[in-house]
């Protein structure tokens, strides 16, 4: 364990554990570098209060130029002066450049690989979390904390224009829409069998930053559709995901 003095900026849920797939991205980063951390909670209705005050800086400018925030965040104080970090991917290159492991096999994102990387998330960001929406709206909504559902209704109604509960797709539409996610699974069990490593996860045994972006979104499954979602995806590809998510479990501890 390396001693550390780093505040993560996670959000709350009314489950004992969060379920943000790019929280929990950083998370499993954290753990598995066997960094210490204390994990600050913020709804996220006030992230952008709470990061502003902090002097988190934002991830994105909005369409009318205002600075836009989002978690996860992160705070290291072991530097001097600390450093203030947004958004997933750039906080893990940044855990990587400042507390590298001896052990190059054991790197999360070695120079060598950010081509994969990129185009890893790419895949991810495009074909799986953007069409789980119509299929998981309600789920996410009903898992939040009181404050952040009334948030998130209002946010995602107006960017829709209509309805949560008319977001969500039924019958056949919904299953057709499952089938897409799945093939995009499918394609990721294709690549991964094709790398030819010994061990569930995309280097063999060790954590890369590609296992943090994939544990995340299925930790996010499990815990948000526990009865829907992640009965579907354990299924897939012959349990793969299943045996996946068992070799993750090392490094999914929430403190």
Same mark, same amino acid.
Not at 43 to 58: F, H, K, N, Q, R
């Given at each position: 364990?390396?001693?550390?003095?780093?505040?993560?900026?996670?959000?709350?849920?009314?489950?004992?554990?969060?379920?943000?797939?790019?929280?929990?991205?950083?998370?499993?980063?954290?753990?598995?570098?066997?960094?210490?951390?204390?994990?600050?909670?913020?709804?996220?209705?006030?992230?952008?209060?709470?990061?502003?005050?902090?002097?988190?800086?934002?991830?994105s400018t909005?369409?009318?130029?205002?600075?836009?925030?989002?978690?996860?965040?992160?705070?290291?104080?072991?530097?001097?002066?600390?450093?203030?970090l947004s958004?997933?991917?750039?906080?893990?290159?940044?855990?990587?450049?400042?507390?590298?492991?001896?052990?190059?096999?054991?790197?999360?994102?070695?120079?060598?690989?950010?081509?994969?990387?990129?185009?890893?998330?790419?895949?991810?960001?495009?074909?799986?979390?953007?069409?789980?929406?119509?299929?998981?709206?309600?789920?996410?909504?009903?898992?939040?904390?009181?404050?952040?559902?009334?948030?998130?209704?209002?946010?995602?109604?107006?960017?829709?224009?209509?309805?949560?509960?008319?977001?969500?797709?039924r019958g056949?539409?919904? /299953?057709?829409?499952?089938?897409?996610?799945?093939?995009?699974?499918?394609?990721?069990?294709?690549?991964?069998?094709?790398?030819?490593?010994?061990? /569930?996860?995309?280097?063999?045994?060790?954590?890369?930053?590609?296992?943090?972006?994939?544990?995340?979104?299925?930790?996010?499954?499990?815990?948000?559709?526990?009865?829907?979602?992640?009965?579907?995806?354990?299924?897939?590809?012959?349990?793969?995901?299943?045996?996946?998510?068992?070799?993750?479990?090392?490094?999914?501890?929430?403190?």
């Open positions: 364990m390396t001693t550390t003095n780093i505040i993560f900026l996670d959000i709350p849920t009314v489950l004992p554990v969060p379920f943000s797939p790019n929280t929990w991205k950083v998370r499993l980063a954290l753990n598995y570098k066997k960094l210490t951390y204390v994990t600050r909670w913020v709804e996220t209705t006030d992230i952008a209060s709470v990061c502003t005050s902090l002097g988190v800086p934002p991830t909005l369409p009318d130029g205002t600075p836009k925030y989002t978690l996860p965040a992160l705070i290291d104080h072991t530097t001097s002066p600390p450093a203030l958004d997933s991917t750039p906080i893990i290159e940044y855990l990587e450049r400042t507390y590298p492991n001896p052990d190059s096999s054991r790197a999360l994102c070695a120079p060598a690989s950010r081509a994969f990387h990129a185009l890893f998330e790419y895949h991810v960001a495009h074909s799986i979390t953007a069409q789980l929406l119509p299929v998981m709206v309600m789920h996410m909504h009903d898992r939040k904390t009181p404050r952040d559902r009334v948030h998130f209704r209002k946010r995602t109604e107006a960017a829709f224009g209509k309805k949560l509960e008319d977001i969500e797709l056949k539409e919904r /299953e057709e829409h499952w089938k897409k996610i799945e093939d995009a699974f499918d394609l990721l069990a294709m690549f991964m069998q094709a790398g030819g490593t010994a061990g /569930e996860l995309f280097t063999g045994s060790n954590l890369a930053l590609a296992d943090c972006t994939l544990g995340g979104l299925l930790l996010a499954f499990r815990y948000i559709s526990p009865d829907e979602a992640w009965i579907k995806v354990s299924a897939w590809n012959d349990g793969k995901w299943m045996r996946y998510m068992a070799a993750l479990e090392e490094w999914m501890a929430v403190v």
